[in-house]
């Protein structure tokens, strides 16, 4: 409603004031050129012109231009009642200043890309002066906007899902793109764009130091992979950056979430072969890595016991049931995640089968399950959830 009442002020002030501005002209016979005042011939025992515009005449005969300063004089409400309008306009919804802002614009693109003569210098001057005022709203509104997603808390009840600074951005662009779906200039929004995408990451960078109950990881992959879809859907061009970008850091905190619970499954197995990777980098040749009292043959032994085909794959089973809690149904990160753990679980496997064989040549050492066990497992547990 806001919106129709703006665009017919407009539509109404040009009519009104190139009207007068022609008046003028053409009464005081003024050259929009020179700038140059002509006093009107007075006939007989009545002027041509009533008192108070030959007032006006006179006050203005030095000015550059003439024109102009009548008419900010006759209509010398103008300005202040529009500012008032717009502040009424820009409160009708929280987001209120866009519309303000692209009414405008195009208000004032199409005055100043018009051809006509008769556009008045005044209004453009006034509509100038409001179309910079609307924008210095629509910064500030950006400006707390930015403050608000970066400042933003994690509910203290939540346990993962979709970040309320994240949500926040995609409600502002939704309506954003919306309002400037038929915009001629946009160049402002993509700048706010910019701006508050860039207060989303520091917002989401921000969990790292939080003190979450669930895993830090997990809610940043989550939140960058839904970032990154919903700049997918939108197709923003300024955000492209930003999308990639997006992209790139969900990879990252899914393979850190990935390697850091998957050393659970195997957790004495995987500090074991550290051990031995160690050694090996601090110069202790592979055959001779069996004669270190914490890496010997029977210690390798007994950490193997620790983990029949039986246990692993019921610990594969919690692993499941644990990452199916928490990671949140509307992402629908699940499969992704959990093709990604029997990824980095299988070459964790054969890291540890490619040590034995170099470390422990000949020792007749190997793991409780094969690598067909392996995949089995997981493959019955996808089955069955």
Not at 220 to 246: D, T, V, W
Request: proline share 3%; glycine share 4%.
């Amino acid at each position: 409603v806001s919106k129709q009442m703006l665009e017919q002020v407009l539509r109404e002030l040009q009519p009104i004031c190139t009207a007068e501005q022609q008046f003028i002209e053409k009464f005081f016979q003024l050259s929009q050129d020179s700038g140059d005042l002509q006093v009107p011939e007075v006939t007989g025992h009545r002027a041509s012109a009533p008192p108070h515009l030959i007032a006006y005449l006179l006050v203005f005969l030095r000015l550059e231009e003439p024109t102009a300063q009548l008419l900010s004089e006759i209509f010398s409400c103008l300005e202040p009642e529009l500012r008032g309008f717009l502040d009424v306009c820009n409160k009708v919804h929280p987001f209120g200043c866009l519309q303000v802002l692209v009414t405008l614009n195009d208000s004032v693109f199409e005055m100043w890309g018009s051809s006509s003569a008769l556009s008045s210098s005044f209004l453009n001057t006034v509509l100038g002066n409001m179309l910079l005022l609307a924008k210095s709203s629509f910064n500030k509104c950006i400006g707390s906007l930015c403050k608000e997603i970066e400042e933003a808390k994690m509910p203290s009840k939540m346990k993962g899902g979709i970040l309320p600074s994240v949500s926040r951005f995609e409600e502002f662009v939704n309506f954003s793109e919306e309002v400037f779906r038929t915009a001629r200039r946009r160049g402002e929004l993509d700048k706010a764009h910019l701006r508050l995408a860039s207060s989303v990451f520091s917002s989401i960078n921000s969990l790292s130091s939080a003190n979450l109950k669930v895993n830090t990881d997990m809610v940043m992959m989550e939140n960058f992979h839904h970032f990154h879809c919903f700049l997918c859907q939108k197709m923003i061009h300024s955000l492209e950056g930003k999308k990639r970008e997006a992209k790139q850091r969900y990879s990252e905190h899914m393979e850190k979430y990935v390697i850091k619970y998957l050393g659970q499954p195997l957790e004495k197995l995987n500090h074991f072969f550290e051990g031995v990777k160690a050694r090996v980098a601090q110069g202790v040749k592979e055959e001779e890595v069996s004669f270190q009292l914490a890496y010997s043959k029977q210690e390798l032994r007994k950490v193997i016991e620790k983990y029949p085909g039986k246990e692993v794959k019921r610990a594969l089973e919690t692993l499941y049931r644990k990452i199916h809690k928490y990671l949140s149904p509307e992402e629908n990160l699940l499969p992704v995640v959990w093709h990604a753990m029997e990824q980095e679980f299988i070459r964790q496997y054969r890291e540890f089968e490619d040590l034995i064989q170099r470390c422990y040549a000949g020792s007749g050492i190997a793991m409780d399950f094969t690598m067909e066990d392996l995949l089995s497992y997981f493959n019955s547990i996808t089955l069955s959830n």
